[in-house]
């Protein structure tokens, strides 16, 4: 037989996972928007505001819906489209490494000067990547940057 004591204990342990799920669900602040940008940790859901893309060498990013307006990363889907076509089922690969996604990321991030971004976009648009060094998976450190 269960004693009140322990079915409060229940209860109150129940209550607080309730809430914690309503949290994590309806939460929506810039900062973590801002955070998620970084290396996201391997959980499938995103935060709402938030899409996921990968890079050439398979790493995980979660981007804020706000960097959708910057033409950067217009420039870098445009040339996934390219590359790869459009994908019906499966994530959105861009045609770049993990180092320079964390710099496009780091860039947007700080806000960037017109010249900056044009200085940026020529070179994404001089170098490319070529997806057939990430093809093979043993050698996932080589790669292929052809100017």
Request: hydrophobic content about 40%; glycine content about 4%.
């Amino acid at each position: 037989m269960i004693t009140t004591k322990k079915l409060l204990r229940m209860a109150r342990k129940w209550q607080k996972i309730a809430a914690l799920g309503r949290k994590r669900i309806t939460s929506g602040r810039t900062n973590r928007r801002m955070a998620a940008a970084n290396h996201s940790n391997r959980s499938t859901t995103v935060d709402k505001g938030c899409f996921v893309i990968y890079t050439m060498d398979k790493r995980r990013f979660v981007i804020p819906l706000v960097f959708l307006s910057n033409t950067i990363f217009h420039k870098l889907f445009e040339m996934s489209e390219e590359e790869f076509g459009l994908p019906s089922d499966g994530p959105i690969t861009l045609p770049c490494d993990s180092v320079v996604m964390n710099y496009i990321v780091s860039l947007v991030k700080r806000g960037l000067a017109a010249d900056i971004e044009r200085a940026v976009l020529n070179s994404i648009t001089t170098c490319r990547y070529s997806s057939d060094a990430y093809s093979n998976q043993g050698q996932a450190d080589q790669q292929s940057l052809v100017c």
